[in-house]
């Protein structure tokens, strides 16, 4: 089962290369931290924040590409951990399809806090989580 949840809390260190990124469960009390890149904690920041760059960065150019190949990003889901990575999958909507495709996490947030797509985060990896 999928559980819904947001993006709690970014944090920042422009002296690391290691960021981190909060979720926690909606209506709950679970939440666990993933650690991602700089690039990526930096275009979640700046699409939370609305800031648009004055020409498209890798994000903002792969949605433009999705968008105008008629697909919209519907659903953002956080489906393992292994070896303390977290896997993810992102889910595009088209009139025809819905497509599921394998990705990184802070990607799929990059992705999807711009266009306010539902994150979710399957039961498994919370209980991973807490066994860590």
Known sequence: MDIPVEL??????????????????????????????????FAIDRRLKGIMPPRPMTHDLLQSVIEQMGGKISRITITDLKNHTFYAQLTIQTQADSIVIDCRPSDAIALGVATNAALFVAEEVFEKVLKQ
């Open 8 to 41: 709690s809390k970014i944090i920042i260190n422009e002296t690391s290369d290691q960021q981190v990124i909060v979720v926690k469960e909606k209506g709950g009390q679970r939440t666990f931290p993933i650690v991602i890149g700089i690039v990526e904690i």
